[in-house]
Nanobody, 116 residues
């Protein structure tokens, strides 16, 4: 079974940086489109960033200039570099990817906490 696995979450101080990674547990299908979402308890899931097969990127207004989404086609992974983190960035971050098999998958999520 194909599954997406996120890694890199944790605790960081305000103004700090953190990098998240997303990979397919069975590396036999290429990630066509990759996205990152986040969710705070009691709130709706929020789109954070996305990257197309051609490398075109889209960002939510709240993270523009601070977050960078990228992909490594050799390793078949998607990454989210988060800089200048704020307490309001605290959330569970989820990877969403459309694979070459024609199906979209969601990861289990990884906790990011920004606090002093």
């Amino acid at each position: 079974q194909v599954q997406l696995v996120e890694s890199g979450g944790g605790l960081v101080q305000p103004g700090g940086s953190l990098s998240l990674s997303c990979a397919a547990s069975r590396n036999i299908f290429r990630i066509v489109t990759g996205n990152w979402y986040r969710q705070i308890p009691g709130k709706e899931r929020e789109f954070v960033a996305g990257i197309s097969s051609g490398g075109t990127t889209v960002y939510a207004d709240s993270v523009k200039g601070r977050f960078t989404i990228s992909r490594d086609n050799v390793k078949n992974t998607v990454h989210l570099q988060m800089n200048s983190l704020k307490p309001e960035d605290t959330a569970v971050y989820y990877c969403n990817a459309y694979l070459s098999m024609g199906v979209a998958y969601w990861g289990q999520g990884t906790q990011v906490t920004v606090s002093s």
